[in-house]
């Protein structure tokens, strides 16, 4: 076969490009295009790769796409989140005995034993719940994912508004001829968490009913892999939940900030205020990182704002 002199044989991994103003067989060789291969010499053009699949490194064969998600097998996050959250949720389980070995002495009996119990078990659900964002998703656990911390998130956020209203209320009952004395006792803090956790798990249960949740596979985001992640369905219905525990814990921050300069015999408000003060800080942190992260980072992060405003509130 003849062949020109002008031009070099274009390997596999590049297609022929015209080069302007000399004879048609003189021509150049240009590589193929992101996406595209070739796979025989002298090739007129390139030819693209299916959705699924990503050409190797000489773009002269196409080959699978790496699945990324955040892997037992692979990451070394995935060990470091499951033992953070058994190290903590260990920790709160070990409190919750003390509370229910010494529940009748008078100082946890003065700490509102149930609001006590109900925010160490919450606590230890949203430590456990981050095992539910390891592993390749699939559909089921994409719509536990984020009802399984945010019922949990906002019963602890309202157990310890409650805890703080009572404060509040206690401080005032102590005054001769106040009227709050009525409202000190364990059904009003009982209430007050029933009604505000029921909100939140209303909201979960439109939200799973209209849009829930699901997997996808996201191909676009970055070259050669596929993103396994969750959709969250309605955007509405998570940043109403996010939303939602949100207003509960400014409300907390702000009520306990103004009660922390009350007696010593009164000074838990002042935990309460640290507590909140890193829970809202860690959040606030959270959204634009969450926003402008894709993939396995973008669910790292969550669990790290789990991990962090969980600590917080124990301790």
Same mark, same amino acid.
């Given at each position: 076969?003849?062949?020109?002199?002008?031009?070099?044989?274009?390997?596999?991994?590049?297609?022929?490009?015209?080069?302007?103003?000399?004879?048609?067989?003189?021509?150049?060789?240009?590589?193929?295009?992101?996406?595209?291969?070739?796979?025989?010499?002298? &090739?007129? &053009?390139?030819?693209?790769?299916?959705?699924?699949?990503?050409?190797?490194?000489?773009?002269?064969?196409?080959?699978?796409?790496?699945?990324?998600?955040? +892997?037992?097998?692979?990451?070394?996050?995935?060990?470091?989140?499951?033992?953070?959250?058994?190290?903590?949720?260990? =920790?709160?389980?070990?409190?919750?005995?003390?509370?229910?070995?010494?529940? *009748?002495?008078?100082?946890?009996?003065?700490?509102?034993?149930?609001?006590?119990?109900?925010?160490?078990?919450?606590?230890?659900?949203?430590?456990?719940?981050? $095992?539910?964002?390891?592993?390749?998703?699939?559909?089921?656990?994409?719509?536990?994912?984020?009802?399984?911390?945010?019922?949990?998130? =906002?019963? +602890?956020?309202?157990?310890?508004?409650?805890?703080?209203?009572?404060?509040?209320?206690?401080?005032?009952?102590?005054?001769?001829?106040?009227?709050?004395?009525?409202?000190?006792?364990?059904?009003?803090?009982?209430?007050?968490?029933?009604?505000?956790?029921?909100?939140?798990?209303?909201?979960?249960?439109?939200?799973?009913?209209?849009?829930?949740?699901?997997?996808?596979?996201?191909?676009?985001?970055?070259?050669?892999?596929?993103?396994?992640?969750?959709?969250?369905?309605?955007?509405?219905?998570?940043?109403?939940?996010?939303?939602?525990?949100?207003?509960?814990?400014?409300?907390?921050?702000?009520?306990? $900030?103004?009660?922390?300069?009350?007696?010593?015999?009164?000074?838990?408000?002042?935990?309460? =205020?640290?507590?909140?003060?890193?829970?809202? *800080?860690?959040?606030?942190?959270?959204?634009?990182?969450?926003?402008?992260?894709?993939?396995?980072?973008?669910?790292?992060?969550?669990?790290?704002?789990?991990? =962090?405003?969980?600590?917080?509130?124990?301790?």
């Amino acid at each position: 076969v003849p062949r020109g002199r002008c031009s070099e044989e274009c390997l596999p991994g590049f297609r022929k490009s015209v080069r302007e103003g000399y004879h048609p067989c003189c021509y150049n060789c240009a590589p193929c295009s992101e996406g595209e291969i070739s796979n025989h010499s002298d &090739s007129k &053009s390139c030819k693209k790769c299916p959705e699924n699949e990503w050409p190797n490194k000489a773009k002269n064969i196409c080959i699978d796409k790496v699945n990324e998600y955040l +892997s037992y097998e692979e990451d070394i996050l995935v060990l470091f989140f499951s033992v953070t959250s058994v190290i903590f949720a260990t =920790t709160s389980l070990f409190i919750l005995g003390l509370f229910v070995w010494f529940r *009748s002495t008078p100082i946890v009996r003065a700490n509102n034993r149930n609001l006590s119990f109900i925010l160490l078990l919450s606590l230890i659900l949203s430590f456990l719940s981050v $095992f539910l964002f390891l592993g390749r998703p699939v559909d089921i656990t994409c719509m536990l994912q984020q009802v399984t911390f945010g019922v949990p998130f =906002t019963i +602890s956020a309202t157990s310890i508004l409650a805890k703080t209203i009572m404060v509040f209320i206690a401080f005032k009952a102590t005054r001769p001829g106040s009227s709050c004395r009525k409202w000190v006792g364990v059904k009003l803090p009982n209430t007050f968490m029933l009604f505000c956790s029921s909100i939140q798990v209303m909201n979960c249960i439109l939200w799973l009913s209209i849009s829930p949740p699901f997997q996808e596979y996201d191909m676009d985001s970055y070259p050669g892999k596929i993103l396994i992640q969750c959709n969250e369905g309605s955007v509405i219905g998570f940043y109403s939940m996010l939303g939602y525990m949100g207003f509960l814990a400014a409300v907390t921050f702000v009520l306990a $900030f103004m009660v922390r300069t009350l007696p010593d015999s009164f000074n838990e408000a002042k935990y309460i =205020t640290f507590s909140m003060l890193v829970f809202c *800080s860690v959040w606030i942190a959270m959204i634009p990182a969450y926003l402008s992260t894709r993939g396995k980072y973008m669910v790292a992060v969550e669990i790290f704002a789990i991990l =962090t405003s969980s600590a917080g509130i124990l301790m």
